[in-house]
């Protein structure tokens, strides 16, 4: 009786290190094929140039001018219209500071590539835009 208890006890053991071996080389083979980062950069605020990452979206209104002309107004991204932001908001075109609630144009054509921006610039240097 104590025999089969030790045989269990063992046997127990031998399964706990085995089980615990194929979580390691689990854990080694996710290390090894994860090389690259995670949550890499995905493109820059044009108003504080924060780095975005998945689901930090520059948020901006559209507004489509026919079919020859696309005007995206670009508010800024999380970093810099947050309520807490000391983050330094400046126009791309003409570095004039960018209050919260200030925004940039930028015109695209359709007829090339809709997401190709050419950034105008801000009330200030592009009033005939606002
Ligand atoms: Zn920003
Ligand atoms: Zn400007």
Known sequence: MSMD????????LAAVLIG???WMLFNLRDYGIDTTPSDPIRGYCPICA???????KIRSSVVEIGNVEIQTRIK????????????????PVCKANLPVDQLILAISDPRVDKRKLAIRGCKTCYPQGF
Request: net charge positive; proline share 3%; with cysteine.
């Open 20 to 22: 615990g071996l194929i």
């Open 5 to 12: 208890l030790g045989f269990a006890l063992l046997f127990l």
């Open 76 to 91: 800024g991204c999380p970093y810099c219209l947050g309520e807490k932001s000391t983050r330094k908001r400046t126009c």
């Open 50 to 56: 924060a780095g975005l990452r998945k689901g930090e």
